[in-house]
């Protein structure tokens, strides 16, 4: 049986916080629908559709939003939102609006009739209000607009008390609404990018329908948070906490510096599979710009030697992971010897991870741990603290420029855990690690002088252990092959390989083929996420 590791909290703190809850049947779709609320500066939450009527009562809810779901409502096993929740809803007069499955949840409650439709309706459709309508749903909207279907079923029959409110060439009732009630639905996907009015219907329903305010800021989370943290750390607490120099680690020491000064203490690990001068940079910029009280232990040898030899990728990390915790573990013991004893641990949990605990789909008891700290044993009897567990990817970005961080450390792309050792096929050495290194600086410089870095979600260079002839000068050269890995993506679930210019193309495959010894061709990866996924 391995050993136990530190929890991870799956519910969010602050309960007097006024929220949208977004109620999760298991749709693709549920995060965005959170993300879109978010970017209205309105603060929500997403829950399990079966989520216990007593886990939402002791919120202030401005507003309830069905996603959609796989599933079909008729059938046995469907899951609905519990009775109870819905008394909550009509006691607190709360404002419900149901997507797709959601709209279909209304009418299997209130009702109507859902059936198979005769054809399945995937992709851009033409939805056209009825004819003398005037919906606050769709205010300011034309009356006809584009928006992305994706459903089998539809409704047949409207609830008692409802009316239409809009219509496709396939679907009589793609949108409805009971203003008795305060009760929408719309069989179409408002949060997804395809729907190009759709940000604007939300908005209607969130900030003109519900009344939610707009007060969702980055700088009032920071100071809220330094507030808190100092209440539940004590004037006399220290907490230690994990650093890679990526944004999410970056901007949680911060603010725990901001917080509590020294008394938090970072420690940084050099695996040996850093990029080019990572370890000296990111010291300067932790300790020199930012003040955070950081260590750093060179362990290069030590991963390195452990590496030798191994070719599968997921024996590489599993040395790594286990060998970051021995040694951050050591870093603790050498930290309370020194007279400071940590109670708190620093992690750099999103909310993407407290979604993927909670949603319908694929409940579980924890949250993934976080890749740099990869699950400390209890052992370390430490607890949690969790700056960033209510914040999307772009809100961690703003809350780092909010305090001031510098635009280069929050617009950083991600880095693996395990570093380049999962970048390079093969077994791992000092030499490899050298020729990744080289070569990867150079694509990054590349990026950043044609101005392409900030519109790429994340981008690598990989070694592969395939070696091809080539000609340099008038010599023959049996040398390594790179392949470049660039894509766009916004929330890192889905990627398309991004559509660099060949020049840019072009100019890095000069520079690294001429600067790099040990690289004598270069390819670029043009697959996407499903199927293929963004690290090799």
């Keep these: ?319 790594i992971g286990t060998t970051f915790i021995h040694i951050f573990q050591e870093e603790a013991e050498k930290i309370e010897a020194e007279g400071f004893h940590c109670d708190w641990l620093l992690q750099g949990t999103l909310y993407p991870d407290v979604i993927e605990s909670i949603s319908y789909k694929g409940p579980s008891a924890t949250i993934k741990t976080h890749h740099n700290v990869g699950g400390l044993p209890a052992s370390m009897k430490l607890k949690l603290i969790e700056p960033l567990r209510e914040l999307f990817k772009d809100e961690v970005r703003e809350l780092g420029m909010a305090m001031g961080i510098d635009e280069l450390s929050v617009w950083r792309h991600p880095f693996p855990g395990p570093g380049l050792a999962i970048r390079i096929l093969g077994e791992v050495t000092a030499e490899r690690v050298e020729i990744l290194q080289q070569a990867d600086q150079i694509m990054i410089e590349e990026l950043h002088s044609s101005n392409h870095y900030r519109k790429i979600g994340q981008a690598f260079v990989v070694l592969l252990p395939v070696k091809t002839v080539g000609v340099m000068g008038d010599g023959r050269t049996y040398e390594n092959c790179a392949s470049v890995r660039c894509v766009e993506t916004t929330d890192y679930m889905t990627a398309d390989f991004y559509h660099l210019p060949y020049e840019v193309m072009g100019k890095m495959s000069s520079r690294i083929i001429n600067e790099v010894r040990g690289i004598n061709r270069l390819c670029y990866d043009i697959s996407s996420k499903p199927p293929a996924t963004i690290e090799w």
């Design 1 to 319: 049986m391995s050993e136990e590791i530190l929890k991870q909290s799956a519910h969010l703190g602050n309960v007097a916080r006024p929220q949208v809850a977004i109620l999760d049947f298991g749709s693709q779709y549920s995060h965005l629908i959170a993300r879109r609320v978010r970017e209205l500066n309105v603060y929500c939450e997403l829950y399990s559709c079966l989520v216990d009527v007593d886990i939402l009562a002791k919120h202030t809810i401005t507003a309830i939003i069905l996603s959609g779901g796989p599933s079909s409502v008729y059938e046995e096993g469907a899951p609905h939102v519990a009775p109870a929740v819905w008394a909550m809803i009509k006691e607190r007069s709360i404002p419900v609006l149901g997507i797709c499955y959601g709209m279909q949840e209304l009418a299997h409650v209130f009702g109507g009739e859902v059936a198979p439709g005769l054809k399945h309706e995937y992709g851009k459709s033409v939805v056209r209000r009825v004819e003398g309508c005037n919906s606050p749903l769709f205010e300011g909207l034309p009356s006809e607009c584009q928006m992305w279907m994706s459903h089998g079923d539809k409704l047949s029959k409207v609830p008692d008390g409802f009316k239409a409110v809009a219509a496709t060439d396939n679907a009589e009732f793609v949108a409805i609404e009971n203003l008795e009630k305060r009760f929408w639905g719309l069989q179409f996907h408002p949060e997804v990018t395809h729907s190009p009015l759709g940000k604007d219907l939300l908005k209607n329903f969130v900030i003109g329908i519900a009344g939610a305010v707009p007060n969702w800021v980055m700088t009032d989370y920071a100071n809220e948070f330094i507030t808190e943290v100092r209440e539940q750390v004590g004037p006399t607490g220290h907490v230690m906490g994990a650093v890679s120099g990526g944004v999410d680690s970056t901007v949680a020491a911060v603010l725990m510096t901001r917080a509590i000064g020294d008394r938090f203490h970072a420690v940084m690990v050099d695996n040996g599979c850093l990029r080019k001068d990572e370890a000296k940079n990111v010291l300067k910029r932790m300790r020199e710009d930012c003040g955070v009280n950081l260590r750093c232990v060179d362990a290069a040898d030590r991963f390195l030697g452990l590496l030798k030899g191994v070719t599968d990728p997921e024996k590489k990390r599993k040395i």
